[in-house]
T-cell receptor, first 112, second 115 residues
Framework: SQQGEEDPQALSIQEGENATMNCSYK?????LQWYRQNSGRGLVHLIL?????REKHSGRLRVTLDTSKKSSSLLITASRAADTASYFC????????????FGKGTMLLVSP | GAGVSQSPRYKVAKRGQDVALRCDPI?????LFWYQQALGQGPEFLTY????????KSGLPSDRFFAERPEGSVSTLKIQRTQQEDSAVYLC?????????????FGDGTRLSIL
């Protein structure tokens, strides 16, 4: 079963604009991860944020985590056409093994 | 270095046939995961191996699904008596250790179509 929901389901922006995607989840977590998937390809890991962290940066990516609201956001700044892809958040439970529970994803289209 | 490799990339089978999907994880990776991704959805967990031990198979949809990793490296996901609802992309992922705070490395998947 899917852990949570990404919002929006689809996002269309122009190159140079910022893109923000949100993720909500339901159970307690050890960490939350964001992945990118280009059409017909596997998932590529972008960033991992632990449950005791509130914000993390990696290049043009900024991730926030609010465990009290069980939500996270991914901000991509100065977007490029190459950022066009589906983006998924995935949670790793604080109990059990390191399996990931994914949301349904946000499809991002960046137009030149 | 080489990433996670899956074969075949595409598989078409008639309903009722058996299929076998192969995953070559990154060399030395202890943990190996199988996920199923339906069209337009996020991946859903099927099963988890730590070396050769299958520690979690709670996500396997039915007893027609079977996975193995006999020598702790290559893994095979087998689906017997395939049904149309088995059509999906099957993704394999590996990670270096059993720790929770590490990314998973995914292959490009096998797209399975059942006619």
């Amino acid at each position: 079963s899917q852990q949570g929901e990404e919002d929006p389901q689809a996002l269309s922006i122009q190159e140079g604009e910022n893109a923000t995607m949100n993720c909500s989840y339901k159970t307690s977590i050890n960490n939350l991860q964001w992945y990118r998937q280009n059409s017909g390809r596997g998932l590529v890991h972008l960033i991992l944020i632990r449950s005791n962290e509130r914000e993390k940066h990696s290049g043009r990516l900024r991730v926030t985590l609010d465990t009290s609201k069980k939500s996270s956001s991914l901000l991509i700044t100065a977007s490029r056409a190459a950022d066009t892809a589906s983006y998924f958040c995935a949670t790793c439970s604080s109990s059990g093994y390191s399996t990931l529970t994914f949301g349904k994803g946000t499809m991002l289209l960046v137009s030149p | 270095g080489a990433g996670v490799s899956q074969s075949p990339r595409y598989k078409v089978a008639k309903r009722g046939q058996d299929v076998a999907l192969r995953c070559d994880p990154i060399s030395g990776h202890v943990s190996l995961f199988w996920y199923q991704q339906a069209l337009g959805q996020g991946p859903e967990f099927l099963t988890y191996f730590q070396n050769e031990a299958q520690l979690d198979k709670s996500g396997l949809p039915s007893d027609r699904f079977f996975a193995e990793r006999p020598e702790g490296s290559v893994s095979t996901l087998k689906i017997q008596r395939t049904q149309q609802e088995d059509s999906a992309v099957y993704l394999c992922a590996s990670s270096p250790t059993t720790g929770l705070n590490q990314p998973q490395h995914f292959g490009d998947g096998t797209r399975l179509s059942i006619l």
